[in-house]
C-alpha cells in the first residue's frame, strides 16, 4: 500500500540479501516497495518514471542478481515470522505459468495437454500460514521446464513415466520444495505442518514429509490412492477397509456452498481416526518401505442429496489422532489448504498478473515471478488481516495521506443511508472501502471483499496521492 510502509516491509523481506553488492541489495529493496505498492505483470505498469523502468530492467536481465539469493532471503523473512507462532501452517502445491515465447528461444517449456501446444513454466510454490489462516510469507518456490515431449499414446506415456527413476520425475521437485521448506523453517527454530492435496499423494513426497517430521514438523496428504497397509495374520489389507473399521471419534455439522453438481445442505460429517502403516512400493525396484503414520477419514452420512456423491476426505498424517478435538484440528488444517488456491488467483490473474510479463529470458522470468509471488502473498495477508483482525488500526497499513484520500473519495461516492467518520477507520473498514471505490458490491457478489476489488480501489486511492503530492512540489 504506502511506500513508506511498503518499504519497511520489504526491508524486512529482503533487505538481507547477499546479492555481492549493497547497491544491487538496496535496488532489491526499493523494487520491492514499489511492486507492492504498485502490483502488475509487466514492469512498465509497475515503474512508472523512466529511471526506475531502466533500473528495474537491468536489474531482472543481470546474471549478477542470483535467483537462488533472493528466493532463500524471502524464505528466511517467513521463517523468522513464522517462529513467533506456535506451529505454522504449510500448504504446497504446483502450478503452471502460460507465457509468451514468439521466438522460441526464452527457455520455456510446455504446459497443459500436448495438443494444447501451450508455453511456459510449472512450479511448486510453499507458504505460510497462521492458525487462523492468516498467510505469513512465501517459502520456497521450485521452478522447472518440460522437454518437448514427441506424441504418444496414453499408454506408452505410462510405460515410460514407470521406467523412470524418482529423481527424473516431476514429483522429485515436490521433494525439494518440501526439503527447503523444512530446513528454513528448522534453522529459524519454527514448526511447520506441511497441507498437501492428492497430487502429492505419492511415495517420495512421504517419505520426504517422514525426514521432516525427524526434525518436529507435521504433514497431512489427502489420499489419492487406496494403499496396501501392514497387516497381521494376512497378507494383504487396503487403506479403505482399514479405516471402514477403525474407531469412530465423532461427527460434526459442516455448511455445504452449492455449486456445479453440489447442492447446498447442512451434512452430517463422520470422523475415523486408525493408526496404520503403509508399505511404500517403488515401482522401479520393486523395494518396499514400511511407514507408519495416522489415517483420518471423514465422509458425509446421512444428508447426501439423491443423485450427488458424499463428501468424502481420506487423511494420511503425523499428527496426533488420540480424542476428536485433534482430529477436528486436522480438518482444520487441512482446509487452509485452500489459502495457496487464493494466492495463486492473485499472483497469476488478479492483482499480479504475473503472466503478461515481457522479460526476454527464462532466469529474468523467474526473478521477476518470485517478487511478484513475495507481493502477492502480501496482498492476500492484508485481505485476510481485514476479516480476522477487524479492530486493527488502518494506520497499520495506510499511510496518513492515504487514509485522508480514502476518506474523501468515500465520502463522494457513499450511499446515503452511509456514515463516513473523520476518525480513522479500522482496517476492516479500510478494506471495505477500497473495495467500494473498486467496485465491490456487497453480499451479492458471493462473499466478502477480494484482493482484485481491494487492489483496483487501492489505485484509484494512489493516483489521487500521485497529484496531491505532485500539486504540493509544484513550486519548490
Given at each position: 500500500?504506502?511506500?513508506?510502509?511498503?518499504?519497511?516491509?520489504?526491508?524486512a523481506?529482503?533487505g538481507d540479501?547477499d546479492?555481492?553488492d549493497s547497491?544491487r541489495?538496496a535496488?532489491?529493496?526499493?523494487m520491492?516497495?514499489?511492486?507492492?505498492?504498485?502490483?502488475?505483470g509487466?514492469l512498465?505498469?509497475?515503474?512508472?518514471s523512466a529511471k526506475?523502468?531502466?533500473?528495474?530492467?537491468?536489474?531482472m536481465e543481470?546474471?549478477r542478481?542470483r535467483?537462488?539469493?533472493l528466493?532463500e532471503a524471502?524464505?528466511r523473512?517467513?521463517?523468522?515470522a513464522?517462529?513467533a507462532?506456535?506451529?505454522?501452517?504449510?500448504?504446497?502445491?504446483?502450478?503452471?505459468?502460460?507465457?509468451?515465447?514468439?521466438?522460441g528461444k526464452?527457455?520455456f517449456?510446455?504446459?497443459?495437454?500436448?495438443?494444447?501446444?501451450?508455453?511456459g513454466l510449472?512450479?511448486?510454490?510453499?507458504?505460510a500460514v497462521?492458525?487462523d489462516?492468516?498467510p505469513v510469507g512465501?517459502?520456497?518456490q521450485e521452478?522447472w521446464?518440460?522437454?518437448?515431449a514427441p506424441p504418444r499414446?496414453?499408454k506408452a506415456?505410462?510405460?515410460?513415466?514407470?521406467?523412470?527413476?524418482?529423481?527424473?520425475?516431476?514429483i522429485?521437485h515436490w521433494?525439494?520444495?518440501?526439503?527447503?521448506?523444512?530446513f528454513?523453517?528448522?534453522?529459524?527454530r519454527a514448526?511447520?505442518?506441511?497441507?498437501?492435496?492428492?497430487?502429492g499423494d505419492?511415495?517420495p513426497?512421504?517419505?520426504?514429509?517422514?525426514?521432516?517430521?525427524?526434525?518436529?514438523?507435521?504433514f497431512?496428504?489427502?489420499?489419492a490412492w487406496?494403499?496396501?497397509?501392514q497387516a497381521?495374520?494376512?497378507?494383504?489389507q487396503?487403506?479403505?477397509?482399514?479405516m471402514?473399521?477403525?474407531?469412530?471419534l465423532?461427527t460434526y455439522?459442516l455448511?455445504?456452498a452449492?455449486?456445479?453438481?453440489?447442492?447446498a445442505?447442512t451434512a452430517?460429517?463422520?470422523?475415523?481416526?486408525?493408526?496404520?502403516?503403509l508399505?511404500?512400493?517403488?515401482?522401479?525396484t520393486g523395494?518396499i518401505?514400511?511407514?507408519?503414520?495416522?489415517a483420518v477419514?471423514?465422509?458425509?452420512?446421512?444428508t447426501?442429496?439423491?443423485?450427488e456423491?458424499?463428501?468424502?476426505?481420506?487423511?494420511?498424517?503425523n499428527?496426533?489422532v488420540?480424542?476428536?478435538e485433534q482430529?477436528?484440528d486436522?480438518?482444520?488444517?487441512?482446509?487452509?489448504?485452500?489459502?495457496?488456491?487464493?494466492?495463486?488467483?492473485?499472483?497469476k490473474?488478479?492483482a499480479?498478473?504475473v503472466e503478461?510479463?515481457?522479460?526476454?529470458s527464462?532466469?529474468?522470468v523467474?526473478?521477476?515471478?518470485?517478487?511478484l509471488?513475495v507481493?502477492a502473498?502480501?496482498?492476500e495477508?492484508?485481505k485476510r488481516?481485514?476479516r480476522?483482525e477487524?479492530?486493527?488500526?488502518?494506520?497499520d497499513?495506510?499511510s496518513d495521506?492515504e487514509?485522508?484520500?480514502?476518506?474523501?473519495l468515500?465520502r463522494r461516492?457513499?450511499?446515503?443511508t452511509?456514515q463516513?467518520?473523520d476518525?480513522?477507520?479500522?482496517?476492516?473498514q479500510a478494506?471495505?472501502?477500497?473495495a467500494d471505490?473498486g467496485g465491490?458490491t456487497?453480499k451479492?457478489?458471493?462473499?466478502?471483499?477480494g484482493?482484485i476489488?481491494?487492489?483496483r480501489?487501492?489505485d484509484?486511492?494512489?493516483?489521487s496521492?500521485?497529484a496531491?503530492?505532485?500539486?504540493?512540489d509544484r513550486?519548490?
Open positions: 500500500m504506502s511506500y513508506l510502509i511498503e518499504k519497511e516491509w520489504s526491508e523481506t529482503v540479501v546479492l555481492g547497491r541489495t535496488r532489491a529493496v526499493q520491492l516497495a514499489r511492486m507492492a505498492e504498485n502490483p502488475g509487466k512498465s505498469d509497475v515503474f512508472k526506475e523502468r531502466d533500473a528495474a530492467y537491468d536489474f543481470s546474471c542478481t535467483t537462488c539469493a528466493a524471502f524464505a523473512s517467513t521463517a523468522r513464522s517462529a507462532l506456535d506451529r505454522v501452517i504449510v500448504p504446497v502445491d504446483g502450478t503452471s505459468t502460460s507465457l509468451t515465447d514468439n521466438t526464452k527457455g517449456g510446455r504446459i497443459g495437454a500436448d495438443v494444447c501446444r501451450g508455453v510449472k512450479v511448486i510454490n510453499v507458504i497462521s492458525a489462516g492468516v512465501l517459502l520456497d521452478w521446464s518440460r522437454p518437448k499414446s496414453k506415456k505410462r510405460h515410460a513415466r514407470g521406467k523412470k527413476a524418482p529423481a527424473e520425475k516431476e522429485h521433494c525439494k520444495a518440501i526439503e527447503r521448506s523444512a528454513h523453517l528448522t534453522e529459524q514448526l511447520g505442518w506441511f497441507q498437501i492435496d492428492r497430487e505419492a511415495w513426497v512421504l517419505l520426504q514429509l517422514a525426514e521432516a517430521a525427524e526434525k518436529g514438523h507435521w497431512t496428504v489427502r489420499a487406496n494403499r496396501v497397509t497381521t495374520g494376512r497378507d494383504k487396503y487403506l479403505r477397509e482399514r471402514a473399521k477403525a474407531k469412530k465423532g455439522s455448511e455445504v452449492p455449486g456445479p453438481g453440489r447442492s445442505r452430517r460429517m463422520v470422523a475415523h481416526a486408525a493408526e496404520v502403516t508399505r511404500l512400493r517403488n515401482k522401479a523395494k518401505t514400511p511407514l507408519p503414520l495416522r477419514w471423514v465422509h458425509e452420512k446421512g447426501i442429496p439423491p443423485g456423491r458424499g463428501l468424502d476426505w481420506l487423511l494420511l498424517t499428527a496426533p488420540d480424542t476428536f482430529v477436528r486436522i480438518i482444520k488444517a487441512y482446509g487452509m489448504r485452500w489459502r495457496i488456491e487464493e494466492f495463486h488467483r492473485t499472483w490473474s488478479g499480479c498478473n503478461d510479463t515481457q522479460l526476454r527464462r532466469e529474468a523467474i526473478r521477476w515471478a518470485s517478487m509471488a507481493v502473498v502480501r496482498i495477508r492484508l488481516l481485514s480476522e477487524p479492530t486493527r488500526s488502518a494506520a497499513e495506510l495521506i487514509i485522508e484520500v480514502l476518506l474523501l468515500k461516492e457513499k450511499k446515503k452511509e463516513v467518520p476518525a480513522i477507520p479500522t482496517l476492516e478494506v471495505r472501502w477500497l471505490l465491490y456487497g451479492s457478489s458471493g462473499g466478502p471483499p484482493s476489488t481491494i487492489q480501489g487501492y484509484r486511492v494512489a493516483i496521492v500521485q496531491i503530492l505532485a500539486w504540493k513550486d519548490k
